[in-house]
């Protein structure tokens, strides 16, 4: 651990400089036992070309021992190289050379999960970012690329060797230990490696590329989880497909190989040809899974796919560029994701996330644009703003191009830098000359912090039957800068007639009216567009498909809102009008309970609520969107200082009148949505049980023992895990005396099913119950729950710091017990304790006691011995 004294120093984009020394070959051989596992790497190395001198060589490294060092057949002593804390020096080097070095690490006790560690018992690597330097030395950055090579020998009860690429051998060794070798043609950066070994069972297909060739398609499990993986592997089959389909790219290896595990830092890794899983998104089964779960495993399946060409066979040059990989991709599952279901509501999902994460990243003291222009830890650079916000930029694009030139861009980009590791400046130039204009100002977007914040004022002309939009935008400050350059935002607006239709659009200047909607670039600060040849006064639909991640501002009235929510055409829109309606109700609420008045939501809203509850012909996913209520977290977003009491008090009084005065609808659809057939994910069976175990919510808020009865009916029944889930959900935030034992009975059902004990856990730590900060404290100490896997620890501390009401006690308990946690969780695994610290970066936001509480846990932490990851986020949020 590195002690506070000494602040770690920032690495900056402005000092990157090309790799001194390139590695054209890797030859790997790794001798595995849990404790002393000994690598042998074997590098042929150059000197860059644009050297001209001799430079030292520097190699990355860290937590194991160096055994030895031979260069060109001669081993080198002590005086030829120097060993430090993060690598080694050595001194002197010939233009091309061959470096041989061995090391032993211990990949049981390897905690942090990154390099080469143990998980149930197999051998798993992570090597994204800084993983690889904790296995052997090396130039662990990703500009360095080369063709691997890999053997690797084990005990026979490690059945299982992998690596990346083509299986070239496999044999016996003496002793019970068994060997094979792996061979990957095309060149990665070492973040790219990765080696499986253990006791694990595959699961097979293949797939047939459009050229014809066949793929083989490889899933590996633990033998308890080799019956949940038909839906990872139809959802592989699918992205290849959707990958050829809309991108013609074809999948470039002889096998396509998937592995999931228990104790993972992230997601998923699309190492190439060997992604390495988080278990909850490779396992998949009615019984246990939720619908959620069902959309999450074909999501995260696709990412790390579509990563085979958009990271791996062109990856980033420097982490600086990270959003060139992750943003790019994150579209491209997005867009995946819509094609298969429902569009509207995947992107309704796409832009909560990005309001309720990003947004306040955007307005908090870690705040950095798309691609940062420093870091200390770059494991806390991968953020919503990277991913998310990266995504939306990609999507703008495309917005701005149109669907046709953005493909030819993409395609463009890929044979322009296939084998090469690129920037987001060369993605921009192949969109500049596939869509043939200039994206200059365009790319603020990459190097500017913070959400725009759009201001929109109508004005209707009766006499000149047009309609002119004033338009005004502005970014907030940010860390690493006060004063933004204007962005370019594509706006997409659309006018509603007085029955509800869309009205084709002219602007001035036109010769006849277009399509109903309309991409108008906001470019400068201040800017208007006057549309023409409108009988009669429209009613604005502004930012049609979240065409831009702004905040927008404009003065709609609630008649209008109630009007788009039931006549909008764009989905999106309908939605936001919704939640717009809501939230203006929500905060009318929370000024009337600090002014000590009676708050209670209008008639108005909850006849405009209960109206859309009884549309039989809206999609019913997305009315269940529609429907639901802002979050706590976002109305707290909303507030210059926030009581997240006094807003978890509102908004459940709010949801517990709609359940009251709405109770007879509620009931009616919860009837009709039952389904006791065959469980199915169509996009109408989801929709049905979306909307049915939202009715159940609502249902629940009136503590009637009849809806309790039908809960626990539902809880007992259920052949599935969403409709199972839902009601153990409401059961336990619910004072029912059935509480205790439901919590019990699934415990029991499911002890021997982790990502279900994940659940288990989450769902008592989000309890709005009272005594839920006791029962948090309690359930660290349940057998079941282990520090040591991160799953399990965002499932109770991560879901308890989600739960506002309890983690924001008045006497600052809940500060105090996470940054224990942390500050526990920092001496094992860094990365993860790094990102479990995220809520104290929104300190500054609460009212003055629990800020000043907050602020405290703070600086005791910041006088701790912390990580590099950990100190960052410490560090600037008391900046």
Wanted: with cysteine; hydrophobic share 40%; charged share 25%.
């Amino acid at each position: 651990m590195a002690a506070n004294t000494k602040a770690p120093e920032a690495i900056h984009l402005e000092d990157y400089k090309t790799p001194a020394y390139l590695v054209d070959q890797v030859q790997l051989t790794f001798q595995l036992e849990p404790s002393a596992t000994l690598v042998r790497s074997k590098l042929q190395m150059s000197r860059n070309l644009d050297r001209t001198e001799p430079e030292p060589l520097r190699l990355d490294g860290n937590s194991m021992e160096l055994i030895s060092v031979v260069l060109d057949g001669k081993t080198l002593s002590g005086d030829n190289y120097q060993l430090d804390a993060e690598g080694v020096t050595i001194f002197a080097v010939p233009e091309k050379f061959c470096l041989e070095i061995e090391t032993k690490i211990d990949p049981a006790g390897n905690t942090s999960l990154e390099g080469l560690y143990q998980s149930s018992g197999n051998f798993c690597t992570q090597c994204e970012a800084h993983g690889f330097r904790k296995i052997t030395f090396y130039p662990d950055r990703p500009d360095v690329m080369a063709k691997f090579r890999v053997r690797i020998e084990a005990e026979k009860k490690y059945p299982v060797l992998l690596s990346n690429g083509n299986l070239i051998a496999e044999g016996e060794l003496e002793n019970g230990h068994h060997y094979a070798e792996w061979e990957d043609p095309f060149p990665k950066p070492s973040y790219l490696f990765a080696l499986v070994a253990g006791d694990l069972v595959c699961i097979e297909d293949s797939y047939k590329t459009r050229s014809g060739r066949d793929v083989l398609l490889q899933i590996f499990v633990e033998e308890r989880n080799k019956d949940f993986c038909d839906h990872a592997m139809l959802s592989l089959k699918k992205s290849m497909k959707w990958d050829e389909d809309v991108f013609d790219l074809e999948y470039d290896l002889d096998r396509y190989m998937i592995v999931a595990v228990d104790d993972f830092n992230m997601g998923a890794m699309e190492n190439k040809g060997l992604n390495v899983f988080n278990s909850k998104y490779v396992l998949a089964h009615p019984e246990t899974a939720t619908d959620a779960d069902y959309l999450g495993v074909e999501s995260v399946i696709a990412h790390e796919y579509f990563h085979n060409w958009t990271g791996n066979r062109v990856t980033c040059r420097d982490w600086f560029q990270l959003s060139l990989k992750e943003g790019l991709t994150v579209y491209r599952d997005q867009q995946f994701s819509a094609d298969m279901n429902s569009a509207a509501v995947c992107r309704i999902d796409d832009v909560r996330i990005l309001r309720q994460h990003q947004f306040p990243e955007d307005a908090g003291p870690m705040a950095h644009p798309v691609r940062p222009a420093s870091y200390v830890e770059i494991n806390n650079f991968y953020t919503m703003t990277v991913y998310n916000k990266g995504a939306e930029v990609i999507r703008m694009m495309r917005t701005l191009l149109g669907e046709e030139k953005f493909v030819d861009g993409v395609k463009l980009y890929l044979k322009r830098h296939d084998g090469d590791a690129a920037t987001c400046d060369d993605f921009v130039r192949a969109m500049e000359a596939a869509g043939q204009r200039d994206l200059s100002q365009f790319k603020l977007w990459y190097s500017q912090a913070g959400t725009p914040q759009v201001l929109i004022r109508s004005h209707y002309d009766e006499q000149a039957k047009s309609l002119r939009l004033d338009m005004v935008q502005h970014c907030p400050p940010t860390p690493e800068a006060e004063q933004k350059q204007p962005f370019q935002i594509p706006l997409a607006v659309g006018l509603l007639a007085a029955d509800g239709s869309d009205i084709p659009l002219q602007l001035e200047g036109e010769d006849s009216a277009g399509a109903t909607t309309r991409v108008l670039e906001l470019c400068e600060k201040e800017q208007s567009f006057t549309f023409i040849g409108l009988k009669e006064q429209p009613i604005l639909s502004p930012l049609r498909g979240f065409s831009a991640p702004v905040r927008l501002k404009a003065d709609f009235s609630d008649d209008e809102l109630a009007f788009r929510m039931a006549h909008d055409a764009d989905s999106f829109n309908r939605w936001e009008a919704g939640q717009t309606l809501a939230l203006k109700e929500l905060l009318r609420m929370l000024s009337d309970l600090e002014e000590g008045r009676q708050f209670v939501l209008s008639p108005k809203f909850i006849c405009a609520w209960r109206h859309a509850l009884e549309d039989r012909q809206a999609d019913m996913s997305l009315l269940t969107q529609l429907l639901t209520l802002p979050s706590e977290q976002y109305l707290s977003d909303q507030l210059e200082e926030c009581n997240p009491q006094a807003v978890r008090e509102v908004r459940d009084r709010a949801r517990w009148q709609l359940g009251s005065e709405c109770q007879a609808a509620l009931m009616e659809r919860y009837q009709e949505c039952a389904d006791d057939g065959e469980y199915s994910l169509d996009p109408q069976a989801v929709g049905r049980r979306s909307l049915r175990n939202f009715c159940l919510t609502l249902l629940m808020e009136l503590h009637d023992q009849r809806m309790t009865d039908l809960c626990l009916e539902q809880y007992y029944k259920s052949q599935n895990m969403t409709d199972r889930l839902a009601a153990f959900a409401v059961m336990v935030d619910n004072p029912a005396q059935d509480r205790l034992a439901v919590i019990n009975d699934f415990y029991q059902r499911w002890q021997e099913h982790p990502l279900l004990i994940d659940k288990w856990f989450s769902v008592q730590a989000m309890s709005h119950q009272p005594q839920v900060f006791a029962e948090v404290e309690l359930l660290l100490r349940h057998p079941a729950f282990s520090m040591s896997n991160p799953n399990r620890f965002r499932s109770l501390v991560g879901a308890f710091t989600q739960n506002l009401g309890a983690f924001h006690r008045g006497d600052g308990a809940g500060y105090r017990f996470l940054a224990d946690q942390v500050l526990l969780l920092d001496q094992k695994n860094p990365q993860v304790a790094a990102r479990m610290a995220g809520p104290f970066t929104r300190w500054k936001r609460l009212e003055p006691h629990r800020r000043e509480l907050m602020k405290a846990e703070l600086v005791r932490m910041q006088a701790a011995e912390l990580s590099k990851d950990l100190y960052e986020i410490v560090s600037k949020s008391l900046s």
